[in-house]
């Protein structure tokens, strides 16, 4: 239970990182003066990976003990770094399009990982 319910937080949080790429220079443009918000910053992203990343590893390392089925924790792993090499060479290196879609990248490799696992441990847990 605890591993389905922190797959579900580490896929609501992906979700949100992803919109939050998407939506945000949407919403700056329109309302100029929410770019003083702590929402706004680029660190946003850094605070969402610093959830991301222990509740993934827990719940993929504990989902896998389960079901043994290891090419799941291989997704959220690819995932999670792409989205820390991301985090870790910004829009200046990388450039906004390109950040954009390597954050895109990352968000789905997690969520794949997750949604892997989520069925994975559901499936082991039924007696058939």
Do not use: Y
Not at 37 to 43: M, N, Q, S, V
Not at 80 to 92: N, Q, R, S
Not at 97 to 121: D, I, P, W, Y
Request: charged share 10%.
């Amino acid at each position: 239970m605890l591993t389905q319910a922190l797959d579900k937080v580490a896929i609501s949080l992906s979700a949100l990182c992803a919109i939050h790429c998407l939506l945000m220079p949407v919403v700056i443009a329109i309302v100029p003066s929410l770019i003083a918000l702590p929402f706004a910053d680029e660190r946003f992203h850094l605070v969402l990976l610093l959830f991301v990343l222990p509740t993934s590893v827990i719940a993929l390392f504990m989902g896998c003990r389960k079901h043994r089925r290891w090419n799941v924790v291989g997704w959220g792993s690819a995932g999670i770094v792409v989205l820390i090499g991301t985090v870790m060479a910004g829009h200046e290196v990388l450039g906004e399009t390109l950040e954009k879609l390597a954050t895109m990248l990352g968000v789905s490799l997690v969520v794949v990982g997750h949604t892997l696992n989520f069925r994975q441990c559901r499936s082991s847990d039924c007696p058939h």
